[in-house]
């Protein structure tokens, strides 16, 4: 499954960017979505995921309230709303997927070793 980022960019304190990840046209509304992000000097963490239904989603604690994940099937795209941006959110925001089953509406994982498939990442940066 290829993926591709976009609209990352440099934002203030505060303010609000919202990422798209772009799938194939094929299969993609087979595929259970993640986002991860990966600060200079850091692990990749988790930040949220989506079943391939759209039914079920999961956050990083530090993210709840301020991130929304959500998709939409009919244009291959899952996003990432970011509200409240912080200097620690700073980093590059990868999209990962995997194909699941037809059957497994309600599943996300929040594993990075759960996924297949990786964008090339779009970079975030929060100034103060």
């Known amino acids: 499954v290829q993926l591709a980022e976009s609209g990352g960019g440099s934002v203030q304190a505060g303010g609000s960017l919202r990422l798209s990840c772009e799938g194939p046209?094929?299969?993609?509304?087979?595929?259970?979505t993640g986002w991860f992000r990966q600060a200079p000097g850091e692990e990749r963490e988790f930040v949220a995921a989506?079943?391939?239904?759209?039914?079920?989603?999961a956050y990083a604690d530090s993210m709840k309230g301020r991130f929304a994940i959500s998709r939409d099937n009919a244009k291959n795209t899952v996003y990432l709303q970011m509200n409240s941006l912080k200097p620690e959110d700073t980093a590059v925001y990868y999209c990962?997927?995997?194909?699941?089953?037809?059957?497994?509406?309600?599943?996300?994982?929040?594993?990075?070793?759960?996924?297949?498939?990786w964008g090339q990442g779009t970079q975030v940066t929060v100034s103060s």
């Open positions: 989506i079943s391939w239904s759209g039914e079920s989603t």
């Open positions: 990962a997927g995997r194909i699941v089953g037809v059957y497994q509406t309600n599943i996300s994982y929040n594993t990075s070793s759960s996924y297949a498939s």
């Open positions: 046209r094929s299969s993609f509304d087979r595929v259970a």
